[in-house]
C-alpha cells in the first residue's frame, strides 16, 4: 500500500505563482490570431490531431482497466506511437507535440479521477463541438514570436491581432478556438525585478462571495457586476443560452443549422466570461495597489455545491470565485506582496471578528450579529477574520 501523503494547508496556490519561487514570473498573453482560410483549415485540423490522440488514449486506457490491467502512461504512449503510422496517417504531417500534451493532458485527468476535488477535471472525451484547443510546441518543433506574427510548427506563420505584450523567453504556447474565433495564449518566462517597498499600506482581508465579488476588511465591496447595464446584459445573454439549448436538442447532430446554434451559445458564453473577468481583474488590481499584504480564504468549492443545498452548483461556479482567487493570488506575486490563505475550514464567516465567539450563520443571514455587540455585514466579518497580522505588510 501507498503511504498517505497529508498535503499542507496552503499548498492550494499555483506551482508555478508559489512565492518562494521568485526568481521568475510566468506571464500570459492571450491574442487573438487573424489566419488565413488555409491556415485555418490546417488549425482545425491540428485541433482535430490532439483530440484523436487524447480520445485514443482514453479509450485504450479504459480498455485496459477493464481488462484488469494497470496502463501506465509510458505503455500508452508507446502503443500509440507504435499505431498512429497507420491508424492516423492523416496527421502525419502536423505537429507531433500536440498529440503528445494531450497525452499530458489526459495523464492529469486520469489522476484528477481519483480525487473527488478535481472531479470536474477528471477525464472525458473531447468533443469535435466543444473542444477546439491544443499545446504546441517543444524543443524539436519550436513555437517562434515576431512582428505581430506567430511562427507555429506544421503550421505556418499566423498573423496576430496585437503584437506580443510580454518580452522574454517562450514557455507554452495554446491554441484554441472560442466562439468562431481563434486565440493563442503564450506564456512567458520573466525574470523578477527587486519591488521597493510599499510603506504605510495595511494588511488587508478579502472575502470572496456569490452575491459580492469581492468584499475588503476595510469595508469596500465590490460588486460582481460594477454596473446595473453589465448584470442586464449578462442575464439577457443568459436567457439567450437558454433559448438556444431547446432549439439545440432539436436539431440534428453535425447538421449546419446546428453548428450555427453552437456558434451563438460559445459567442453568448463569451460575453458573460469577458464581462466577469473584466470586473475582476479591475477589482484585483485596485485591492493589490492599496494593500501591503493580503489574506484571503480557500474556499470549499465542492461542500458548497454538495453540502447543505443553500445555494446551485451553478450559482457557485458563475461567481468562479477561484478564478477570482488566482487573479488575486499572481497579481500578489507581481506586485511582492505576502499572501496568506486561511485553511479550507476555517470558519471566517461564523466567527465574530471583535470577541472570536462562533456561531452558525445561514446564508439568509445577511448581518453579523454577536451579544458583544457587534453588528456588521456578514462578508466584511468574514473578511476581518481573514486579514493577516500588520507585521506582515510590506
Ligand atoms: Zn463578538
Redesign the pocket.
Known amino acids: 500500500m501507498r503511504p498517505s501523503r497529508t498535503k499542507p494547508a496552503s499548498s492550494a496556490a499555483h506551482p508555478k505563482s508559489s512565492p518562494q519561487k521568485d526568481e521568475f514570473l510566468y506571464r500570459t498573453h492571450k491574442v487573438a490570431l487573424d489566419p488565413t482560410p488555409e491556415m485555418e483549415c490546417l488549425l482545425t485540423r491540428t485541433a482535430d490531431y490532439a483530440r484523436a490522440a487524447y480520445n485514443w488514449g482514453l479509450k485504450s486506457y479504459m480498455d485496459d482497466k477493464k481488462a484488469g490491467q494497470e496502463p501506465t502512461m509510458i505503455a500508452l504512449r508507446r502503443k500509440w506511437n507504435a499505431i498512429k503510422g497507420s491508424e492516423f496517417a492523416w496527421g502525419k504531417h502536423l505537429a507531433q507535440s500536440t498529440a503528445h500534451y494531450a497525452f499530458d493532458a489526459l495523464g492529469h485527468a486520469i489522476q484528477a479521477g481519483d480525487n473527488p476535488r478535481l472531479q470536474n477535471t477528471a477525464a472525458r472525451y473531447h468533443s469535435k463541438t466543444w473542444h477546439t484547443a491544443f499545446r504546441i510546441g517543444d524543443k524539436v518543433e519550436r513555437v517562434r514570436c515576431h512582428d505581430q506574427r506567430v511562427q507555429l510548427p506544421g503550421i505556418g506563420g499566423v498573423r496576430m491581432c496585437e503584437p506580443l505584450r510580454l518580452s522574454g523567453s517562450l514557455q507554452k504556447v495554446t491554441i484554441k478556438r472560442e466562439a468562431g474565433r481563434w486565440f493563442a495564449c503564450l506564456t512567458v518566462k520573466l525574470t523578477q525585478e527587486k519591488r521597493p517597498d510599499r510603506p504605510g499600506r495595511t494588511s488587508i482581508g478579502v472575502d470572496v462571495g456569490i452575491r459580492n465579488m469581492l468584499v475588503c476588511s476595510d469595508g469596500t465591496v465590490y460588486e460582481q457586476y460594477p454596473n446595473a447595464k453589465a448584470e442586464q446584459r449578462a442575464k439577457h445573454q443568459e436567457r439567450k443560452i437558454k433559448r438556444y439549448n431547446k432549439q439545440l436538442a432539436e436539431q440534428v447532430l453535425g447538421s449546419a443549422r446546428h453548428e450555427r446554434t453552437v456558434l451563438k451559445i460559445q459567442k453568448a458564453r463569451y460575453r458573460i466570461q469577458r464581462a466577469r473577468d473584466d470586473s475582476q481583474h479591475k477589482a484585483a488590481t485596485e485591492v493589490v495597489d492599496k494593500a501591503g499584504a493580503i489574506g484571503i480564504e480557500t474556499p470549499d468549492i465542492l461542500g458548497m455545491t454538495q453540502g447543505s443545498g443553500q445555494r446551485s452548483p451553478g450559482q457557485i461556479s458563475g461567481a468562479a470565485m477561484s478564478a477570482m482567487l488566482y487573479k488575486l493570488a499572481y497579481r500578489c506575486e507581481a506586485a511582492g506582496i505576502k499572501l496568506t490563505r486561511a485553511d479550507r475550514y476555517f470558519p471566517s464567516s461564523q466567527l465574530?471578528?471583535?470577541?472570536?465567539?462562533r456561531q452558525k450563520m445561514p446564508m439568509r443571514k445577511k448581518e453579523y450579529r454577536?451579544?458583544?455587540?457587534?453588528v456588521l455585514c456578514r462578508d466584511v466579518n468574514a473578511a476581518v477574520n481573514l486579514k493577516p497580522p500588520a507585521s506582515t505588510a510590506a
Open positions: 465574530c471578528s471583535n470577541c472570536g465567539r454577536c451579544p458583544c455587540g457587534l
